[in-house]
């Protein structure tokens, strides 16, 4: 074996052999360190996981410490895209979920990471695009951002110390995923995605249009308790897994609902 073969081998990497490039989208909401990013990027090429995005990264991108941190995991870091907001982040993904390392008080199905990447799993057989959403290093996902998730995914940790470090949650979730499918070789048959299935695109804009509506009707009263209203519906509608047809249907009824209390108060 000639010397640079066997550094390459001794690094853990293999050149020639064929990257494991699939499964959920990775989304970092805000993360502050090149440094944390470039962990994030090896636990994810360590894992078979390949696409990540960043919302409004502190520091900016690209970044000289995210790649050295990534420890040559360059297709995952070439390859990365920023966005400005999480819901543009996540608009073309069909399901989410959302990280935390403690329950919250919402109206979401909380699942343990195996339980997660299993639904993962089948969803991404079925051809559906799905993600996994990270928060900040010192505090997470706000309740917004969670809202805006199908689900929960949780991880057993010590009660008393809790706090897990960014690269530490993506590689948690990355193993499973690997290990899931190293439990289940069989490979994947991709068909056509489901055109019913609603993206989150879909869902923000059914969110928009609600909110819109309530908020000329008067709905959020009184308006201290508005920001936890609006929260509820979200993860109401959220929740019910709906599809494209159903989402047409609801924002005909608003539209028509928004046409007759302007027709009543002689706006038309």
């Given at each position: 074996?000639?010397?640079?073969?066997?550094?390459?081998?001794?690094?853990?990497?293999?050149?020639?052999?064929?990257?494991?490039?699939?499964?959920?989208?990775?989304?970092?909401?805000?993360?502050?360190?090149?440094?944390?990013?470039?962990?994030?990027?090896?636990?994810?090429?360590?894992?078979?996981?390949?696409?990540?995005?960043?919302?409004?990264?502190?520091?900016?991108?690209?970044?000289?410490?995210?790649?050295?941190?990534?420890?040559?995991?360059?297709?995952?870091?070439?390859?990365?895209?920023?966005?400005?907001?999480?819901?543009?982040?996540?608009?073309?993904?069909?399901?989410?979920?959302?990280?935390?390392?403690?329950?919250?008080?919402?109206?979401?199905?909380?699942?343990?990471?195996?339980?997660?990447?299993?639904?993962?799993?089948t969803k991404f057989k079925a051809g559906e695009k799905t993600g996994l959403l990270f928060g900040r290093e010192?505090?997470?996902?706000?309740?917004?951002?969670?809202?805006?998730?199908?689900?929960?995914?949780?991880?057993?940790?010590?009660?008393?110390?809790?706090?897990?470090?960014?690269?530490?949650?993506?590689?948690?979730?990355?193993?499973?995923?690997?290990?899931?499918?190293?439990?289940?070789?069989?490979?994947a048959v991709f068909g056509a995605i489901d055109s019913e299935i609603a993206s989150k695109q879909e869902l923000?804009?059914?969110?928009?249009?609600?909110?819109?509506?309530?908020?000329?009707?008067?709905?959020?009263?009184?308006?201290?308790?508005?920001?936890?209203?609006?929260?509820?519906?979200?993860?109401?509608?959220?929740?019910?897994?709906?599809?494209?047809?159903?989402?047409?249907?609801?924002?005909?009824?608003?539209?028509?609902?928004?046409?007759?209390?302007?027709?009543?108060?002689?706006?038309?």
């Amino acid at each position: 074996m000639r010397h640079n073969e066997f550094v390459r081998t001794m690094a853990g990497t293999d050149n020639r052999k064929e990257l494991i490039t699939e499964g959920p989208v990775i989304v970092l909401c805000e993360p502050q360190l090149g440094e944390n990013i470039g962990m994030v990027a090896r636990a994810m090429a360590n894992f078979g996981l390949a696409e990540l995005r960043l919302v409004n990264p502190r520091d900016g991108w690209p970044s000289d410490k995210a790649r050295s941190a990534a420890s040559n995991a360059d297709h995952v870091i070439d390859a990365t895209k920023v966005y400005g907001r999480v819901e543009d982040a996540i608009a073309d993904l069909h399901f989410t979920y959302a990280t935390t390392a403690r329950h919250r008080d919402m109206l979401k199905t909380v699942r343990s990471p195996r339980e997660a990447i299993s639904t993962l799993m089948t969803k991404f057989k079925a051809g559906e695009k799905t993600g996994l959403l990270f928060g900040r290093e010192r505090w997470g996902l706000n309740n917004e951002e969670i809202a805006l998730s199908d689900e929960i995914v949780t991880f057993p940790v010590n009660p008393a110390f809790a706090s897990l470090n960014i690269a530490q949650a993506v590689l948690l979730m990355s193993y499973e995923w690997m290990n899931a499918s190293m439990v289940e070789p069989e490979k994947a048959v991709f068909g056509a995605i489901d055109s019913e299935i609603a993206s989150k695109q879909e869902l923000i804009g059914l969110f928009d249009h609600l909110e819109s509506a309530l908020e000329d009707a008067r709905y959020f009263h009184p308006p201290s308790k508005k920001e936890r209203m609006r929260l509820n519906l979200r993860n109401t509608f959220t929740h019910a897994n709906l599809r494209s047809p159903e989402i047409h249907a609801l924002r005909g009824a608003i539209a028509a609902l928004e046409r007759r209390w302007k027709k009543k108060r002689g706006e038309w």
